[in-house]
């Protein structure tokens, strides 16, 4: 049985935006994970922001819970990994068992993948076999869920899919990586908010979150829309002990809510360090 998933219809808001990051050398400390933070960059490149991140390991059932929850979301979701076609490679699979849906080679997949081949043959200077065994098993790679639609992989052409907002790309950085700005270029522009986010902050010395969370929550109900923050540290190299307090949003609401911010902490018993800009 599928499922009917409100993924499938058209954005009418800023969609949110999360990451799955499938695979056991991530999660057993083999290889450390690049694509938090590269997502996270691509993101805000564009005035928008990550708002989870999911790891998991190579257990079907386990993807298949966390994809079933991605498709659920509404949400718009990056999946990195897992999609190529050797034993411990599950997501696809995974992916149209979380949708109800067969697996089905994917003609431009197809396409793409012997392009890919008989590339590599060239290259090699060896001819090409399209019923070779390692071919014919290469083309598993374009198995997504029926209906998927595909990513361009600007590397080695073997594309990566999408099904409805949530989209599957490589695990290699160098692939996984522009796939995700193509992307978000081809389907997500409406929402890019360039210079429309600002965040400034202060260092605060001497004081508790406790005896500042009523400050927070002031200036929170005061300017709708502003996120007031705070980051408490015990040993960083520069400022030592501190908080470093702030709000963050569109530029004209942190405009107000900042000088806020500093006149509230004029009430407290605590000493001021440096201000932090970024935009």
């Known amino acids: 049985m599928t499922l009917d998933l409100p993924t499938f219809r058209p954005l009418e808001s800023a969609p949110t935006f999360g990451l799955v990051i499938v695979g056991d050398e991530i999660l057993s400390g083999k290889r450390s994970d690049k694509h938090l ?3 996270i960059e691509l993101l805000a490149a564009r005035g928008l922001q990550l708002s989870y991140a999911d ?10 819970s966390t994809l079933q929850r991605a498709f659920a979301s509404g949400d718009v979701v990056f999946s990195t990994g897992g999609i190529g076609a050797t034993p411990d490679d599950h997501t696809r699979q995974c992916a149209a068992k979380a949708l109800g849906l067969p697996l089905a080679l994917h003609p431009q997949a197809e396409a793409l993948i012997r392009e890919r081949m008989q590339d590599t043959a060239r290259d090699q200077g060896l001819p090409y076999e399209p019923t070779h065994p390692d071919n014919i098993h290469r083309l598993n790679m374009g198995m997504f869920a029926q209906g998927a639609q595909i990513i361009p992989n600007p590397y080695n052409k073997i594309p990566g899919f999408s099904m409805g907002r949530v989209h599957f790309v490589p695990g290699f950085p160098v692939m996984a990586w522009p796939m995700v700005e193509w992307v978000l270029d081809q ?9 429309a ?6 260092i605060v010395f001497g004081s508790m979150e406790a005896t500042l969370t009523p400050l927070m929550e002031a200036l929170e109900r ?3 829309g502003v996120k007031v923050f705070s980051l408490p540290s015990v040993d960083h190299p520069e400022y030592g002990r501190h908080i470093e307090l702030g709000v963050k949003g569109t530029p004209e609401l942190v ?10 902490l004029h009430g407290f018993d605590a000493r001021l360090g440096p201000e932090l800009v970024r935009s």
Do not use: C, N
């Open 55 to 64: 790891y998991v390991g190579d257990d079907p059932a386990r993807i298949t």
């Open 187 to 195: 389907h997500y522009s409406p929402w890019f908010q360039k210079a």
């Open 222 to 224: 005061q300017f709708e």
């Open 255 to 264: 405009a107000h809510a900042y000088p806020a911010l500093l006149a509230g």
């Open 37 to 39: 933070p590269k997502v």
């Open 197 to 202: 986010w600002a965040e400034k902050s202060v």
